[in-house]
């Protein structure tokens, strides 16, 4: 079993919609949780820490279960530049691993 | 914020031949730094943990004499592929994190490999 599982997609949207993804982890000593962002061929870049409280970016809600060891990403009103690869990164201590990621794609 | 700068972004070389992959930091010093390889349409994949002036931690699976990595200064880790061969073609990242910062890691722009 993969340490961090996540549905690979595709999701396809129209613009405006809500979209939720969903990942689960399996090493229940992780500390600390992420949202990256991955375009096609580039590096991924931080989109958001996700807290056990749920916080909140704009149009992105991150939610955390430590119980359930479950992250979430909601992104509202989806926007064209959103579509890229969502990669949900679980750390613990200094050594962080990937999910494989979960891929959007909004269209007009 | 955190910079990593990482070079070449892109090379291209002929099998047998080895490749050096360069990772600094640019505004802050890293003991540790990562490096990952991607192959299209999959997850990012941990090669190997650099440790400053002491020896890599590989993860299983990779070769620690195929995958050279030296971290002598704070702010430099290299990745040697040595006698590269058409599998090893993908994308490599580096990542690194300044001291503290408890809101993960800065990538590299990454390196795509194509080894013909």
């Known amino acids: 079993r993969k340490e961090v599982e996540q549905d690979p997609g595709p999701f396809n949207v129209p613009e405006g919609a809500t979209v939720a993804f969903n990942c689960t982890y399996s090493n229940s000593a992780s500390q600390s949780f992420f949202w990256y962002r991955q375009d096609c061929r580039k590096e991924p870049k931080l989109l958001m820490s996700?807290?056990?409280s749920g916080n909140e970016d704009g149009r992105f809600t991150a939610q955390l279960n430590r119980a359930s060891q479950y992250i979430s990403l909601l992104i509202r009103d989806s926007k064209l530049s959103d579509s890229a690869t969502y990669l949900c990164?679980?750390?613990?201590?200094?050594?962080?691993?990937f999910g494989a990621g979960t891929r959007l794609t909004v269209k007009p | 914020g955190a910079v990593v700068s990482q070079h070449p972004s892109r090379v291209i070389c002929k099998s047998g031949t080895s490749v050096k992959i360069e990772c600094r930091s640019l505004d802050f010093q890293a003991t540790t730094m990562f490096w990952y390889r991607q192959f299209p349409k999959q997850s990012l994949m941990l090669m190997a943990t650099s440790n400053e002036g002491s020896k890599a931690t590989y993860e299983q699976g990779v070769e620690k004499d195929k995958f050279l990595i030296n971290h002598a200064s704070l702010t430099l880790s290299t990745l040697t592929v040595t006698s590269a061969h058409p599998e090893d073609s993908s994308f490599y990242i580096c990542s690194a994190s300044p001291p503290g910062d408890a809101f993960g890691y800065t990538f590299g722009s990454g390196t795509r490999l194509t080894v013909v």
């Open positions: 990164v679980v750390k613990r201590r200094n050594d962080m691993r």
């Open positions: 996700v807290y056990s």
